[in-house]
């Protein structure tokens, strides 16, 4: 093996990165190039299979390490990995899993501890266990309470969101999203934004990165350089956001530059968008059709902008790089390769690994990013910064937990998670959010003060089983509670379940989930059942709306997600109040136990708190 690939020197350069104000040089492992690129991937380890399944697709959960795949990070002294729900099953589980990720990278010659990142923004995307660890009402929410709370609960979920996950080993959350939603239509972020204001995006986001990182927790700004005014979902296409030069500057970058410069987050992920008016230059994708570079491809947009323009020094982590916006048009390498050019530090999701059969692509992968390197394509001068920048980053925060055994770590994890004081959190925050929408004054044209026959017509049954439960045990009067399923196929008693009620209740979830709720493309196939399914929802649920109001039924509108659809429902109802949130935990009838979001509504219906929520989005015919 030529001399190139066995050792790299590299020059002995001092960062000031620490988490207090003192100085704390860092100390650079020799490596060499292959050795420096491994630290550059972050791996997906969602699904692993001990042979390459007969239909091609493996869904078995990773949740223990396999050997090969110990070995395998070992081997090519891998930098992290991304965890998902699927990995996640109980709290000894996580840990364990996370301890013998960790040996396995202090086995390589490197000795450097792992990344080990996970999607846990609260709200519609959280990964951990609702019932296990505190969720929230996510961003949005948050929003809501801007006007009364300030930046009190964006500071509250970050620090216990770094808490409870860094005592389960895990050191990365891609949190929190800072994208300025502007667009009614946007069918991914929505309410995993604060608000449509930047202003208010930046405050928030910023205390939240603060809280997390003050904890010892490396945040991830993103998605880079805003992915707020989009109708396209890049997990499944490309999208192309057409803002001026001045307009992007005021509403998508400054929520990355105010934190920038008052935080420095330790990491930003890049989105898989195109700003023409930021690079218009093109690329000829796999298929030979020539098109804008994405911003994750983008030099001009990731050192141009962000390094140059805004003093970003941190690490740049791509979105995953097996979403339709990058590998429908790049080969796997040639995207790494693409990526790593453009100035990211960090290659999320490059390779699926799935099968031993797939585990030599990893080898292939490294081989031909050092081929990269010695060709010129990825300069040399370049990679080592890069590594450097990585290293700074893990010994700035506590990668390893402090506990020295499992056992002992699994005991100051067991009575930190979702404990009473971050349930009450939870809650506080979720009652602080709901938002009555309709009527503007404080009176309620509708309330459930002698009404003992209630129907709820809810998305699905869990979620009217949640409401269900709350109202009962909330409520001192004996309440009766029928309901109607969105998603079931017989409507014939709907018209004599809406007659014989005292009052209606209803809620809607818009819009549809996403592949970033879900987990992102391994779960393409089901997104398609998924829209069938939004679809018949909508069907069923506008055609049940017409019967409330000819049935002369008092009915309140519970928008249960992004409050948009309230311009298009709310004209239905005498009452309508907005939750951001709509998630359940595994036992839906619990109380303290992840169903906040039905026992702040359940408590708001009965009246027994005053709603100081306020809309943090226009919502047309209502506060625009």
């Known amino acids: 093996m030529p001399c190139f690939y066995r050792v790299v020197l590299l020059c002995c350069a001092v960062f000031s990165l620490s988490l207090s104000s003192a100085a704390m040089p860092v100390k650079l492992p020799q490596a060499s190039v292959k050795q420096m690129l491994g630290q550059k991937l972050m791996l997906d380890l969602r699904y692993y299979c001990d042979s390459a399944p007969l239909n091609g697709q493996c869904r078995t959960p990773m949740t223990t390490l396999p050997p090969e795949l110990a070995a395998l990070i070992r081997d090519h002294a891998i ?92 050191n990365v959350n891609f949190a929190p999203t800072v994208d300025v939603n502007v667009n009614p239509l946007n069918p991914v972020i929505n309410v995993r934004a604060f608000s449509e204001d930047p202003a208010v995006v930046s405050t928030l986001g910023g205390a939240m990165t603060a809280a997390m990182q003050r904890r010892g927790m490396i945040a991830a700004l993103k998605h880079f350089p805003g992915h707020g005014d989009t109708e396209v979902d890049s997990h499944l296409g490309l999208p192309r956001v057409e803002h001026s030069r001045a307009q992007i500057a005021a509403v998508d970058l400054k929520p990355f530059a105010d934190i920038i410069a008052q935080q420095q987050p330790g990491m930003i992920m890049t989105a898989h968008i195109q700003f023409p008016a930021l690079d218009s230059s093109t690329f000829v994708s796999k298929d030979g059709e020539q098109m804008l570079k994405p911003a994750t491809l ?202 014989a009620a005292d009052l209606v209740i209803s809620g809607f979830i818009a819009p549809m989930q996403s592949l970033a709720d879900m987990g992102g493309m391994d779960d393409l196939t089901g997104i398609a059942n998924l829209a069938a399914a939004f679809e018949r929802q909508s069907r069923n649920y506008e055609a049940l709306l017409p019967l409330i109001s000819q049935n002369g039924k008092q009915h309140i509108f519970i928008s249960l997600r992004a409050p948009y659809d309230i311009s298009r429902y709310g004209q239905y109802a005498q009452l309508v109040l907005a939750s951001y949130a709509y998630n359940t935990a595994e036992d839906v009838s619990a109380i303290g136990a992840g169903n906040a979001t039905y026992e702040a509504l359940a408590q708001a219906l009965l009246q027994q708190y005053s709603l100081t929520g306020t809309l943090p989005v226009t919502v047309a015919g209502y506060n625009d």
Request: proline content about 3%.
């Open 79 to 170: 930098g992290g990995v991304i965890l998902f729900a699927e990995n996640l099953s109980g709290t000894g589980q996580t840990i364990t899993l996370n301890r013998d990720l960790q040996t396995a990278a202090q086995a390589s010659a490197l000795g450097l501890p792992l990344f080990i990142g996970i999607d846990q923004e609260g709200g519609r995307v959280a990964r951990l266990p609702r019932s296990l660890a505190t969720s929230f009402a996510g961003n949005m929410a948050i929003g809501a309470t801007y006007q009364r709370h300030g930046s009190h609960f964006a500071t509250q979920v970050g620090q216990i969101l770094a808490d409870e996950l860094l005592s389960l080993g895990i």
């Open 298 to 499: 983008s030099r001009k947009i990731l050192h141009d902008v962000l390094r140059s323009e805004l003093g970003y020094q941190g690490v740049v982590v791509t979105d995953a790089l097996d979403m339709a916006g990058i590998s429908k048009f790049f080969s796997q390498t040639e995207a790494v390769v693409q990526t790593f050019a453009a100035g990211a530090d960090i290659a999320l999701m490059p390779v699926k690994l799935q099968h031993p059969g797939e585990l030599a692509a990893l080898g292939q992968l490294l081989d031909a990013l050092a081929q990269a390197v010695e060709q010129g394509s990825l300069s040399l001068a370049e990679l080592n910064a890069s590594y450097q920048r990585i290293v700074a980053l893990k010994q700035r925060y506590p990668l390893l937990p402090s506990a020295e055994t499992a056992a002992e770590q699994l005991s100051k994890a067991t009575a930190l998670l979702g404990n009473p004081a971050h349930r009450a959190t939870e809650l506080a925050l979720a009652k602080a959010a709901v938002t009555r929408v309709k009527p503007a004054t404080a009176d309620w044209p509708v309330t459930l003060k002698g009404k003992q026959k209630l129907l709820l017509i809810m998305p699905d049954r869990s979620k009217a089983q949640a409401l269900a439960a709350a109202l009962k045990h909330y409520s001192t009067a004996a309440l009766q509670i029928d309901s109607i399923s969105l998603q079931q196929t017989d409507f014939s008693q709907a018209s004599a379940q809406i007659a």
